[in-house]
């Protein structure tokens, strides 16, 4: 399995900073696909941000602008900045891979974070 760990949510004020990180952790994986999801309270998960292994990188249109992808791929890790937050920023976030992995025969695989909470106070 290819493990996720998320970290950096938290409480801002409107206007405000946060910065997500997400480490992928297994052995003998590839990453193709590391992005973010965000799930508000009473909507369906939607797909913030994306970053393929070409370092292409594609945004919902509610949040280009004011926040970055990236991703360290020394450290399988993806960043998610967040800048110049709204309250309608406020959702669980979800960090997600795609690859490949290596158990006997390689094979694709999907992982998702546990998710962290972001709220954005007006």
């Known amino acids: 399995q290819v493990q996720l760990v998320e970290s950096g949510g938290g409480l801002v004020q409107a206007g405000g900073s946060l910065r997500l990180s997400c480490a992928a952790s297994?052995?003998?994986?590839?990453?193709?696909?590391m992005g973010w999801y965000r799930q508000a309270p009473g909507k369906q998960r939607e797909l913030v941000a994306g970053?393929?292994?070409?370092?292409?990188?594609s945004y919902a249109d509610s949040v280009k602008g004011r926040f970055t992808i990236s991703r360290d791929n020394a450290k399988n890790t993806v960043y998610l900045q967040m800048n110049s937050l709204k309250p309608e920023d406020t959702a669980v976030y979800y960090c997600?891979?795609?690859?490949?992995?290596?158990?006997?025969?390689?094979?694709?695989?999907?992982?998702w974070g546990q998710g962290t909470q972001v709220a954005v106070s007006s």
């Open positions: 997600n891979a795609q690859g490949s992995r290596y158990s006997g025969t390689w094979e694709r695989y999907d992982s």
């Open positions: 297994g052995s003998l994986f590839s990453i193709n696909f």
């Open positions: 970053i393929v292994n070409t370092d292409s990188t």
